[in-house]
């Protein structure tokens, strides 16, 4: 029997995910199998993971939590943080529409932090990389969006395609272009950069070499000032970052990162 305020009492609604649709839940979880395959053969990947493992056990260890606690205890901190990465993204939305592109990439960072699961904040971030000029930054976010799901992959990779081209990587925009054509034939935007490309190609080497020549492109340390990124994060999110990294699972339960939230 669970008591009055109890932590882990099971039958909060946050505790567990009740597919409202079995069906999708199950033709989703197939669709996952191969993809499972992908990760067990990936020695990188399950290096990963038997990391997190090995913090999961180390933070079991301090907080006397057993695995089932741990796990009800995650369903709800997840929760309360993609509720919260819900509420942020409106805000860079607007701060997105208003041209104030800075404010934007701040927020869609926090809302990466939160959900590193969702990749609709990192093709929203990438959005506004390619307006600030910051094309590796395009590239590294479209592609872990894609790497985090089957979510809107057209225009992730044609935001990539727009990225790649600008870094003066013909062959793979070229790539990049002609899958998300693949995905959605006859998209105008995508057909039109896509041409755009095939008449750059066409050009002689020297005129190409000179186009791509004058490509600005910035980094983010050219927008924001020394630790106003990680700063403004932090106010966002309500915790303490690690200058090269977000913190573990077992350092977010630690003093050292503990959550004024």
């Known amino acids: ?12 609604p946050a505790s567990f995910e ?19 395959g992908e990760i067990l053969n990936d020695p990188e990947t399950m290096a990963k993971i038997v990391k997190g493992m090995q ?28 509720l919260k990465s819900e509420k942020l993204k409106e805000e860079g939305n607007k701060a997105f529409k208003n041209g104030d592109y800075k404010t ?7 809302c990466t932090v939160l959900s590193v699961h969702e990749p609709l904040y990192f093709l929203n971030r990438a959005a506004v990389a390619l307006k600030l000029k910051l094309y590796d930054n395009v ?3 479209t592609s872990t969006a894609m790497q985090r799901g089957n979510f809107k992959v057209a225009k992730a990779l044609f935001q990539r395609a727009q990225g790649r081209l600008h870094l003066g990587d013909r062959v ?25 490309l095939k008449r750059l ?28 990124l ?11 970052l690690d200058p090269q990294r977000s913190p573990s699972r077992a350092e977010l339960a630690s003093e050292e990162y503990s959550e004024d939230t």
């Open 201 to 228: 190609r066409s050009l002689p080497p020297k005129e190409q070499a000179a186009w791509i020549s004058r490509q600005e492109k910035a980094d983010v340390w050219d927008i924001f000032a020394d630790g106003e």
């Open 172 to 196: 793979k925009a070229d790539e990049d272009y002609t899958k998300a054509l693949e995905l959605e034939p006859g998209e105008p935007n995508i057909v039109k950069a896509f041409d755009e």
């Open 139 to 141: 590239v590294q976010d």
């Open 1 to 12: 029997m669970f008591k009055r305020g109890d932590p882990f009492n099971i039958f909060d």
């Open 104 to 110: 934007a990439y701040v927020i869609y960072s926090a």
């Open 230 to 240: 990680k700063r403004r994060i932090e106010e966002l999110i309500g915790y303490s």
């Open 18 to 36: 009740s597919p409202a649709d079995p069906a999708a839940f199950i033709a989703r979880v197939q669709q996952d199998i191969p993809a499972m």
């Open 55 to 82: 913090e999961a056990a180390a933070e079991r260890a301090k907080t006397g939590e057993t695995w089932y606690q741990q796990r009800l205890r995650e369903k709800r901190e997840w929760s309360e943080k993609g």
